[in-house]
Nanobody, 128 residues
Framework: QVQLVESGGGLVQAGDSLTLSCAVS????????MGWFRQAPGKEREFVAV??????????YYANSIKGRFTISRDNAKNIVYLQMNSLIPEDTAVYYC???????????????????WGQGTQVTVSS
């Protein structure tokens, strides 16, 4: 089991930047895929980005919808996964979740149902 806790959400204006953090605890030595998802009211949970948790080279992968504005990164020493969000627009307003599954190599999953462990979510609101 691994526990995930998001933080860093808040209310910002369009064009601002915001960094979300996901604190990872539990079986942190396992080779996870660590993903970020978001869910706006009335919409399905949407894939944002994913990165491998294991030590060594990083393999980030992003949804096309974010248009290069977001960056996912990890700090294994601190047990934190980050999502740096730049040039925020109102359409980015959503609850943002971090999630994980045990990754054995190959392509990352982008479907929420493939992820086994989830944080509680953190609200990001972008005003016009």
């Amino acid at each position: 089991q691994v526990q995930l806790v998001e933080s860093g959400g808040g209310l910002v204006q369009a064009g601002d930047s915001l960094t979300l953090s996901c604190a990872v605890s539990g079986r942190t030595f396992e080779t996870y895929a660590m993903g970020w998802f978001r869910q706006a009211p009335g919409k399905e949970r949407e894939f944002v980005a994913v990165i491998n948790w294991s030590i060594g080279m990083t393999f980030p992968y992003y949804a096309n919808s974010i248009k290069g504005r977001f960056t996912i990164s990890r700090d294994n020493a601190k047990n934190i996964v980050y999502l740096q969000m730049n040039s925020l627009i109102p359409e980015d307003t959503a609850v943002y979740y971090c999630a994980a599954y045990i990754w054995r190599g190959g392509d990352f999953y982008t479907e929420a149902q493939r992820y086994d462990f989830w944080g509680q979510g953190t609200q990001v609101t972008v005003s016009s």
